[in-house]
């Protein structure tokens, strides 16, 4: 039995000149002359030393979820809302991956500015919410008194400019007619729709199928225009470079040419962006335009304002669980449902109004989005406002919008022009549009590659080269991800909840089947989405969440596991302080308070590289150089220097038939995926032990 002392370098201080071979995670050792190994011999770990660099060493697969949303709670009284059902929201998971698939099996170390930057670039990518996209900080905290590292502060800032305005680009201009793509059945997961920015086929389009030049219609600088009459009744267009605000976002377009001049039919609406479905609609796949019987033309959108026939209709999509509504049909399904505003308390009009005769002379249509509220008002030739609607909390179920809620969060304009075979160029125009125009690299038609309960799902997108690919960078809204990730059930749960179920008028902790939609205040400080004037700044009943550990409240939390890293002593975390305290100042601050962990939580393997045992890595699938496993030190610190001896040594067989003869020992450090421990520094020595193998007894492998 002999004994083998190795190490990279001298001490933990000294640097070695090749840093190559004598790293601290991997090293050789040189021999002056040569080492004998007796054959039919055995090796093991004797004991071991090495310096943890006291960065954090991720997986991969560290997550946490984001939540916007009514604030839950399990209080147990009739009133409160103890269940994620009663919520308009649903728990956004947010990997800290680094664009790499989770549990692909790549290890990575950062410090505590490194956390952050991530946590930082993370969480915008993946909160949806318009007015919080790239809206959020993280910070890395220094206590004041000892210099030392504290946590981290999490900051989310709301996009809250009123002023202004965006005009869609017309790059960002699509049909949102089926038939204008070419594939009317929906057998293609994106269409030629893609082709036509503005109405126009691009010039870089391959022509093989011989598509027209140009649709029949068009759009530049805010005007959209018919400019030829086909088979269809109507032309149709959705804009998708930015979302509409939801801090007091306006729209305004101009109606006078194609409502009083043409004299035609016309829709404005504000839809989430959909591809096509099994069905040849730009739609869910629980949308069903035949329910309920109110459709018009069977195009989808969450709200529109349409001229037909020359009355002015107000409609939504909502589904209706009452088994005696539309019988014959699903009841989970969307539909399109009118609404009698000319009923809504205090409104001038007191029967559906007659838009094509036009009595009050209405130029202009306006939306304004606040929090989950909406309004919408016509505008006079004078420039003076008549309301069509408006959110009223004391409003019967019937006659209120649905709140927006995050398979709508991110609404975009879709507008639509009829066409006869004498009139076919009229137009509207949009003369304001708030998009949020913060938002990096927003789009609808990419995605990110990701892993779902370890399944991947990599998602075909289109690219301006014509092909399909890969896109690891561009996000669009909540539910344009969840329809490119195919997680539709997801969304199809969260729109079949009470608050849009017009059969349901007595669930939620109102008791009458409505939430309360949050706004914004009018007055006072901190003027943030759903914040209550004089009310506990924490318990706004609308606000930020962060979910760090599993949450059986916010349910299907099961992969939140940051909440050691993070520093935070609540799994779930929904306390904050306001950043400022003036009306503008809508930031809210979560700040560690616990003490967070820069630390490797993976277990470290021990190789001996040139030799001949042979062990197996059943997670890797194959053969390795392991020798020893170094446990998680328990006991001991967590960073710096570190020893380590088993209490028993796992001799393994080197397999070798004769004498060998070594040079040299080369020695790595991995983890389980065989990867180097990178998080190690200074000095590692490794004790090996070697003997020939017993007759009999002793542990061996």
């Not at 088979?231 to 979302?243: G, K, R, S, Y």
């Not at 690219?463 to 561009?474: H, Y």
């Not at 914040?531 to 979910?547: D, P, S």
């Amino acid at each position: 039995m002999s004994l083998v002392v190795c190490s990279n370098q001298a001490d933990d201080a000294g640097t070695s000149a090749d840093s190559s071979i004598f790293e601290p995670w991997s090293f050789r050792n040189g021999l002056s002359s040569t080492y004998t190994i007796p054959k039919d011999a055995q090796v093991g770990l004797h004991s071991c030393k090495v310096n943890l660099n006291g960065t954090a060493t991720l997986s991969g697969n560290e997550a946490l979820y984001q939540y916007f949303g009514e604030l839950l709670d399990s209080g147990g009284s009739a009133t409160s809302t103890d269940s994620i059902s009663f919520s308009t929201a649903q728990p956004i998971l947010t990997p800290l991956n680094n664009g790499q698939l989770p549990g692909a099996g790549r290890f990575r170390n950062y410090d505590a500015s490194g956390i952050a930057q991530l946590l930082e670039d993370r969480m915008n990518d993946w909160v949806f919410h318009p007015n919080l996209r790239d809206k959020v900080d993280a910070f890395v905290e220094i206590d004041a008194s000892t210099k030392v590292f504290d946590g981290y502060n999490i900051q989310y800032g709301q996009y809250n400019d009123e002023a202004t305005s965006t005009i869609p680009d017309v790059a960002s201009t699509w049909s949102n007619n089926p038939e204008d793509t070419g594939d009317e059945q929906g057998d293609g997961f994106l269409t030629n729709r893609w082709d036509y920015p503005g109405g126009v086929l691009r010039a870089d389009y391959p022509k093989g199928d011989d598509p027209p030049d140009k649709l029949n219609w068009s759009y530049a600088a805010g005007t959209f225009a018919g400019v030829a009459h086909g088979t269809e009744e109507e032309v149709q267009m959705v804009a998708t470079e930015l979302p509409l605000s939801l801090y007091n976002g306006k729209m305004i377009i101009d109606i006078q040419n194609i409502n009083t001049t043409q004299d035609l039919d016309w829709s404005i609406g504000l839809s989430r962006f959909n591809d096509v479905d099994d069905f040849g609609e730009f739609a869910p796949y629980w949308y069903d335009a035949d329910r309920g019987d109110d459709s018009i033309t069977g195009q989808f959108f969450d709200y529109s304002l349409r001229r037909y026939q020359g009355k002015l209709y107000l409609q939504q999509t909502v589904m209706n669980s009452d088994v005696n509504f539309d019988i014959g049909t699903d009841k989970e399904d969307l539909y399109i449902q009118d609404l009698e505003y000319w009923l809504q308390q205090g409104n001038a009009l007191t029967e559906i109004y007659d838009i094509a005769t036009n009595s009050l002379t209405i130029h202009k249509i306006q939306f304004q989005l606040k929090g989950q509220q909406m309004k919408i008002d016509m505008i006079d030739d004078r420039g003076v406002l008549k309301n069509i609607y408006t959110y009223i909390s004391t409003e019967p179920k019937a006659r209120q919008l649905k709140p927006i809620n995050q398979a709508c969060w991110n609404l975009h304009p879709v507008l639509s022009l009829q066409t006869t075979a004498a009139k076919f160029t009229g137009s509207m125009t949009i003369e304001t549009y708030h998009g949020c125009k913060d938002i990096k690299n927003y789009s609808v038609v990419s995605g990110i590659v990701y892993q779902v309960k370890g399944v991947p799902r990599p998602t075909p997108v289109y690219n301006p080269n014509g092909t399909n690919e890969t896109s690891l960078l561009k996000l669009g809204g909540w539910f344009e991800w969840i329809n490119l990730s195919g997680l539709w059930e997801d969304c199809k749960e969260l729109e079949t909840r009470y608050w849009q179920d017009m059969g349901d008028t007595t669930s939620g902790p109102n008791g009458n089947g409505q939430a309360t939609y949050a706004g914004i205040p009018s007055s006072g400080n901190n003027r943030r989405i759903g914040y209550k004037n004089n009310a506990n700044e924490i318990t706004t009943g609308f606000q930020n969440v962060l979910i760090l550990s599993p949450s059986e409240l916010y349910a299907n939390t099961q992969e939140a596991n940051v909440q050691r890293i993070l520093g935070f002593t609540q799994g779930t975390v929904d306390v904050f302080s306001a950043v400022g305290a003036g009306p503008t100042d809508v930031g809210i601050n979560f700040k560690s308070d616990g003490q967070a962990k820069l630390t490797s939580s993976q277990s470290i393997f021990v190789r001996l590289d040139n030799f001949t045992q042979i062990t197996t890595n059943a997670f890797k699938g194959n053969s390795s150089a392991i020798i020893a496993h170094l446990p998680r030190f328990d006991g001991q610190a967590e960073t710096g220097r570190l020893y380590y001896q088993p209490s028993e040594i796992a001799w393994i067989d080197l397999n070798n038939a004769y004498e060998q003869k070594i040079s040299s020992f080369d020695l790595s450090f991995c983890y389980v995926n065989e990867q180097f421990v990178e998080a190690l520094t200074g000095q590692s020595i490794v004790v090996l032990m070697f003997r020939e193998k017993p007759k009999s007894g002793g542990m061996s492998m």
